[in-house]
C-alpha cells in the first residue's frame, strides 16, 4: 500500500512555488505566464521570478513557467537566471499570462578583478565574508517543499508542502539552533503491490537546514575542510546583472565521510556565495551508501548512481544575502540477492523560499518541529484538491508532473 521508498533527505530537496501567509489580506491577483531564451526561445528551467520591493518570489517549473498570487496588482515583478540579463516588468502596463523572454549576459570580468589567479583565494575570501554579507538576525523563512519519488519513468509518489523554517543569525555557522515546521501538505501514493519498497534513505524538509552549506558548515565547505579539494577557475558568468566568479573543486584526498566535485558561483564584487552545483563524490560506493542509507531490508542490495545538489543564494533590498532555492535528485538501483532484474529509483526533492520575515521574535516549540527522523509523507494528508492551498500561492506543477498526478488519482 504506502511506499517507504524515500523518508529522510538529509541533503538534497524539490520546490516549485511561492507561499502567500494566510493572514495577507484583500483580493488576490493571479500573474502568470513562462520564462523563454530570447533567442531560441526554449523555456528557462528555475529562472527566479520575485515581486520587487517584498520577500515574496518563486522559481520557474520544468516547463518555463510561473504563477503568483499578488494582493498588489500594480507590482513589478524582476525575473532573473544564471546567465541571463535580469528583466523587469511592470505588471500595470502587461497582459496576462506573461512572455518573458531573457537575454544572455556577456561573460567578460572587469580588470580590476584581484582574485583572478587564485581560486582558493576566492573561496576563503567569501568564507570570511559570510557573517558580515548574511543575516545577522534569527529569520523565518516560508517555503514551498515537493518531493517525488519514480521506478524507471512512472512516479510512485508526490508529496508537497509548505514549511516554515526558523533560522539564526549566520555569525556562527551551525544549525544547532535552527528549526523545521511543516504548515500544511498533502501527498499521493502508488497503490502497486509492487510499488512498495522499505528503504530509508536521508532527506526531507531538514534539507532547508542541511543543505544551506553558507550555515551549515558541517555538511560541507568548512575552512578546515579546504585541504581536501583541489580548485580552478572556470570561464566566469552573469547572475542578478552581477559578475560572478565560477569556481570547480574536486577531491584531492580521501577522508572518513564522501567528499563533493562540483562548482561554486562567487559574487566579484560583494564576495558572497551565490550558488553552487555539485554532487557526491561515489568513488568509494561502501562509504556512499553508509552516509545516505538509513535502512533497508535483508537481501536488498542498494547501489546509488548519483546524488546531485543545487543551492542558491539572493541579495534582499538590505544588501544581505539570504537562501533562496535547494534542489536534491537521487538515483540508485535496488536487487534482490534471488532476483535476475534490478529497478532504478529517482527521488527528488526541491524548495524554494517564497517568503521571509526577517528579525521575527519568533519561535518554534520542539513538540511542533520536524524531527530528523521522520518521514514528510507520515506528517501530511493523503488527499488532493484543486482548493486545497487556499489562499497560498503555487507554482504550476510541470504538465510531466500534472500527467503523473492524474494517472496516481485514477
Request: charged share 25%; aromatic share 10%.
Amino acid at each position: 500500500m504506502n511506499i517507504n521508498c524515500i523518508a529522510k533527505y538529509s541533503m538534497g530537496l524539490l520546490a516549485l512555488l511561492l507561499a502567500l501567509p494566510l493572514w495577507a489580506e484583500g483580493p488576490l491577483h493571479v500573474v502568470g505566464g513562462v520564462v523563454r531564451d530570447a533567442k531560441s526561445k526554449k523555456p528557462i528551467v528555475n529562472a527566479v521570478v520575485a515581486a520587487v520591493g517584498s520577500n515574496i518570489a518563486t522559481v520557474t517549473n520544468d516547463d518555463g513557467e510561473f504563477a503568483l498570487k499578488l494582493v498588489d496588482a500594480d507590482v513589478a515583478l524582476e525575473v532573473s537566471c544564471l546567465g541571463y540579463r535580469n528583466a523587469e516588468i511592470n505588471m500595470a502596463d502587461a497582459s496576462s499570462p506573461l512572455v518573458v523572454l531573457l537575454q544572455r549576459a556577456p561573460k567578460q570580468l572587469k580588470e580590476v578583478t584581484v582574485y583572478s589567479g587564485d581560486p582558493r583565494g576566492i573561496v576563503e575570501a567569501a568564507l570570511q565574508k559570510i557573517p558580515e554579507a548574511y543575516s545577522s538576525t534569527t529569520d523565518r523563512l516560508t517555503l514551498f517543499y515537493r518531493e517525488t519519488i519514480q521506478k524507471g519513468n512512472r512516479y510512485m509518489e508526490v508529496a508537497e508542502g509548505v514549511i516554515d523554517a526558523l533560522k539564526s543569525d549566520y555569525g556562527c555557522r551551525t544549525i544547532d539552533y535552527d528549526r523545521v515546521q511543516v504548515v500544511k501538505g498533502r501527498k499521493l501514493l502508488s497503490q502497486r503491490r509492487a510499488d512498495t519498497l522499505s528503504v530509508k534513505v536521508a532527506g526531507g524538509p531538514m534539507l532547508a537546514l542541511s543543505l544551506d552549506f553558507v550555515k551549515n558548515e558541517d555538511f560541507f565547505l568548512s575552512k578546515e575542510e579546504l585541504d581536501n579539494y583541489h580548485f580552478s577557475l572556470a570561464a566566469p558568468a552573469m547572475l542578478n546583472d552581477r559578475q560572478q566568479y565560477v569556481v570547480e573543486f574536486k577531491p584531492c584526498r580521501r577522508e572518513e565521510y564522501p567528499l563533493m566535485k562540483g562548482i561554486l558561483y562567487i559574487d566579484a564584487e560583494g564576495l558572497t556565495f551565490t550558488r553552487a552545483e555539485f554532487e557526491m563524490d561515489l568513488s568509494d560506493r561502501a562509504l556512499a551508501v553508509r552516509s545516505i542509507l538509513y535502512k533497508k531490508p535483508r537481501g536488498l542490495r542498494f547501489s546509488p548512481k548519483k546524488v546531485a545538489f543545487t543551492v542558491s543564494y539572493r541579495q534582499g533590498d538590505d544588501g544581505q544575502t539570504y537562501l533562496n532555492y535547494i534542489r536534491n535528485e537521487m538515483r540508485f538501483k535496488c536487487d534482490w540477492s534471488r532476483r535476475l532484474f534490478s529497478s532504478t529509483y529517482i527521488a527528488v526533492s526541491e524548495m524554494v523560499v517564497v517568503d521571509r520575515e526577517a528579525d521575527c521574535g519568533c519561535s518554534i516549540a520542539g513538540r511542533d518541529a520536524f524531527r530528523q527522523k521522520e518521514r514528510f509523507s507520515d506528517v501530511v494528508v493523503q488527499y488532493w484538491d484543486a482548493d486545497f492551498w487556499e489562499r497560498y500561492n503555487i507554482i504550476e506543477p510541470s504538465e510531466s508532473l500534472e500527467k503523473a498526478v492524474a494517472r496516481l488519482l485514477r
